[in-house]
Each structure stands twice: as structure tokens, then as C-alpha cells.
């Protein structure tokens, strides 16, 4: 089964700064892994996914994320905030059996500070 | 292209009363999933359906949920009766492919926040 966790429920930056968003997975396999932003009052939205390939995966408005079986690590990054960037961020995994569960985090609150 | 619909948005009822959900998917999805997300937490998986038919309802309260999706296109969730724990956004999501084990990417809708009294 796979699971993940999201380090951080609250993270806050400033206007411009570095975001990271922490996620780690567990699973006996790679998975494929997902992260997704809602907005208030809003579905979730993909940001970016990783499937196969290169590890580095970059999505929309500037958001990457690197997979590292190593350790076992999916974080989230963007090297500049932007107020609008201000959201709940979900980590997600899926397996690579037929099927296709999702497993959620708890999600992290980016708080952008002007 | 139209995304995933939801209706109602937002519904308010008494406990013990019965209430529905509707989805309709983006077309030429095959997979619907019915989520629950509960305040302060991630979407949890309700139930999965591969056209009409339901592959993964282990997580749906059968006693009080149910669901359809007869013609494999949109869906209707109910509860009935409902509690007062039932309060939560129910999400409906899609996705195109049955067996391409889980890297297709699921399409979510607004959702519809119920909340219970």
C-alpha cells in the first residue's frame, strides 16, 4: 500500500522568497506521484506529476519537483512566491498496479507574506 | 473544453434527511472516483467506477451511501439519512484510462460542501 506525508501543515514566506513544500512517500515501488493546489472553495488542480523518466518535473506557474527514491522524497519548490500563490498544496501517490487509487496528504497551507 | 461538473455547490440540510450529489465528467473520461475531504485534510477515496461499474467501493459506507453511474457517463451520490458527521466537501474527480496503473492524471471538480445540522 502506499501512503504519504506532508512535513509542515502551515508553511509561510515572504513575497519573492524560496517556497518548498516537503513530501515524502512510502511504498514498496516507485510510484507515481502527484502534487495538486486548491484554492479556496475550488477543486483540485494539477501542478505537475511524476510517472517515468527524468526525476526533475516541472509544472505550471513555476512550480518543479524533484523524485528521489533514495529518499523517498517528492518536495515541491519555486524559487520565487507570488501572492497568488497562496493555497492548499496535496501530495499524492498512485500505484503502478492496474487501477488507479490515489493516496492524499494532509495537504500544507502556503501562506504568502507581502 | 467543459471540466468536471458539480451541483449543488453547497448544501445545508438536518440530520436524517436524504441528500445527492451530482457529477458529470469530462467527456470521453471512463473513470469516476467519488472523494470525501473533511476540513483540514486530504481527499479520501469513496468510490472508483471503470465506466458503470463500481471497482472500488471499499471505503464507501454502505449503509447510509450509495452510488450510481448507469450509463457510465455521470454519477449521483446519496446519503441517506444523513449524520451530522457527514459534513465534509465531496469531490468528484476523472480520468482517462482503466488499466494504466494509476499515472493518468485525475481531473477534479469544485465540489459540493454539505453541511449537516
Known amino acids: 500500500a502506499q501512503s504519504v506525508t506532508q512535513l509542515g501543515s502551515h508553511v509561510s514566506v515572504s513575497e519573492g522568497a524560496l517556497v518548498l513544500l516537503r513530501c515524502n512517500y512510502s511504498?514498496?515501488?516507485?510510484?507515481?506521484l502527484f502534487w495538486y493546489v486548491q484554492y479556496p472553495n475550488q477543486g483540485l488542480q494539477l501542478l505537475l506529476k511524476y510517472t517515468t523518466g527524468a526525476t526533475l518535473v516541472k509544472g505550471i506557474n513555476g512550480f518543479e519537483a524533484e523524485f528521489k527514491k533514495s529518499e523517498t522524497s517528492f518536495h515541491l519548490t519555486k524559487p520565487s512566491a507570488h501572492m497568488s500563490d497562496a493555497a492548499e498544496y496535496f501530495c499524492a501517490v498512485s500505484g503502478r498496479g492496474t487501477g488507479n487509487q490515489f493516496y492524499f496528504g494532509t495537504g500544507t497551507s502556503l501562506t504568502v507574506i507581502p | 473544453e467543459a471540466g468536471v461538473v458539480q451541483s449543488p455547490r453547497y448544501k445545508i440540510i438536518e440530520k436524517k434527511q436524504p441528500v445527492a450529489f451530482w457529477c458529470n465528467p469530462i467527456?470521453?473520461?471512463?473513470?469516476l472516483y467519488w472523494y470525501r475531504q473533511n476540513l483540514g485534510q486530504g481527499p479520501e477515496l469513496l468510490i472508483r467506477y471503470e465506466n458503470e461499474e463500481a471497482v472500488d467501493d471499499s471505503q464507501l459506507p454502505k449503509d447510509r451511501f450509495s452510488a450510481e453511474r448507469l450509463k457510465g457517463v455521470d454519477s449521483t451520490l446519496k446519503i441517506q439519512p444523513a449524520e451530522l458527521g457527514d459534513s465534509a466537501v465531496y469531490l468528484c474527480a476523472s480520468s482517462f484510462g482503466e488499466t494504466s496503473g494509476g499515472r493518468e492524471t485525475q481531473y477534479f471538480g469544485p465540489g459540493t460542501r454539505l453541511l449537516v445540522l
Open positions: 467527456s470521453g473520461h471512463n473513470t
Open positions: 511504498s514498496s515501488v516507485p510510484p507515481y
